[in-house]
């Protein structure tokens, strides 16, 4: 994995026999792989942060369940095991009640690729609010812009709404989406 080159599918991924994710904790400096043999691991990462962001953590959920499927598990034992790494995470316990009814790996990835043209769609959204020239900063839950070029109110009204969603966990809101 070279720097830079982090399409969806290599931060996280679901093969025949494990989630395999980037690991979060190590980034900047290295680009590690981690191996998710079970639901139980694919939570365990969850909980320990190798997985961060709202997107990715419900993606990761989703494969961890569908993996679950694949060896037979206990699938309300391996939701609950998902669910409860992170209990704050939207993401997570609404990826895996799409995943439910059908924890196959083809509805997973499906997820995946929705996930990430919700993200997608996101990006876009702010790009048009946001002026080139502005920064943005993050500090855990809450989303401070320092805008250098003036907005008109509207404008700014708009971006201040789009940056709550985003703070509360909700791309689908953030780019007026449903899944």
Not at 93 to 120: F, G, K, M, N, S
Not at 156 to 169: D, T
Request: proline share 6%; aromatic share 4%; hydrophobic share 45%.
């Amino acid at each position: 994995m070279g720097p830079r080159d982090l399409q969806p599918e290599r931060i996280v991924r679901l093969e025949p026999d494990a989630v395999v994710l980037l690991d979060q904790r190590r980034l900047p400096e290295e680009e590690i792989e981690l191996r998710c043999g079970s639901a139980a691991e694919v939570a365990d990462a969850i909980r320990t942060l190798a997985v961060r962001g709202a997107p990715a953590i419900g993606v990761a959920a989703a494969y961890g369940l569908a993996l679950a499927a694949l060896r037979g598990e206990d699938l309300d034992a391996a939701y609950e095991v998902l669910a409860s790494s992170r209990p704050t995470a939207v993401n997570l316990r609404w990826a895996l009640d799409e995943l439910r009814d059908d924890p196959t790996p083809e509805r997973a990835r499906a997820l995946h690729a929705e996930e990430v043209v919700r993200c997608q769609k996101m990006g876009q959204h702010a790009a048009e609010l946001v002026s080139p020239r502005a920064r943005l900063l993050t500090v855990r839950w809450m989303f401070c812009a320092e805008i250098v070029q003036p907005f008109g109110n509207a404008s700014l009204s708009a971006l201040c709404s789009f940056l709550e969603a985003v703070a509360a966990g909700s791309c689908r809101k953030a780019c007026g989406t449903t899944a």
